[in-house]
């Protein structure tokens, strides 16, 4: 069955600290990845995608397809940067399927 | 810039009532989605509309109904509603079909409780 795991519900850190959120995911083929962020009192929205290889608000996101994992990676975290992260591999098949993990809210503390 | 457009924020039921959530889209985007969100769950999509005229189940459609009156509207429809359907409902749509790095844009989100 396909799956995403985000095993942190809360990632807690100081400003300036290194950031590493993890999202696992389950499949057999090779998915398209994605990370969306929702910060407070806005709208869930995209982060980042892993077929542009970009990095957004300095968060880069490698895929480690061994691990089957897509961690968010940021090296030094700031206050702006707290919210919910979502990771959501997309699952080809009869329909392209994104599937959302649960999230994991990111506090970044002065 | 509205983007994608949900009402009503908030909305209270009765069990066995009835009730449609309106989705509207400004983007001239094809394909519409609904999800729901569940306290510590992430997203489960309902139904989408890969193109106007068109409408599929996702993971969780049992007692929703969806209807895709037009491009740009995508209204989801509870004809008797149960307490197990208190949820956050989001609509999202999308240029394309959500591939090739295509993202989906989100609305606000609907608070529904029903007692």
């Known amino acids: 069955a396909q799956r995403v795991t985000q095993p942190e519900k809360l990632l807690s850190v100081f400003k300036g600290a290194p950031v590493e959120l993890k999202c696992n995911y389950s499949?057999?083929?090779?998915?398209?990845l994605f990370w969306y962020v929702q910060y407070s009192r806005q709208r869930l929205q995209l982060l980042l995608r892993?077929?542009s290889r970009e990095s957004i608000k300095g968060f880069t996101a490698d895929l480690n397809k061994g691990e089957t994992s897509f961690h968010l990676k940021k090296p030094f975290a700031q206050e702006e940067d707290s919210a919910m992260y979502y990771c959501?591999?997309?699952?080809?098949?009869?329909?392209?399927?994104?599937?959302f993990g649960a999230g994991t809210r990111l506090a970044v503390h002065p | 810039n509205a983007g994608v457009t949900q009402t009503p924020k908030f909305q209270v039921l009765k069990t066995g009532q009835s009730m449609t959530l309106q989705c509207a889209q400004d983007?001239?985007?094809?394909?519409m989605y609904w999800y729901r969100q569940d306290p510590g769950m992430g997203l489960r999509l309902i139904y989408y509309s890969a193109s106007e005229g068109t409408t599929d189940k996702g993971e969780v459609p049992n007692g929703y109904n969806v209807s895709r009156l037009n491009k740009r509207e995508f209204s989801l429809r509870l004809e008797s509603a149960a307490p197990s359907q208190t949820s956050v409902y989001f609509c999202a749509s999308s240029e394309r079909p959500t591939q090739g790095g295509q993202p989906q844009h989100f609305g606000d989100g609907t608070r529904l409780s029903i007692l």
């Open positions: 499949y057999s083929g090779s998915p398209e």
């Open positions: 892993h077929i």
């Open positions: 959501a591999p997309l699952f080809s098949g009869g329909y392209n399927k994104l599937i």
């Open positions: 983007m001239n985007h094809n394909s």
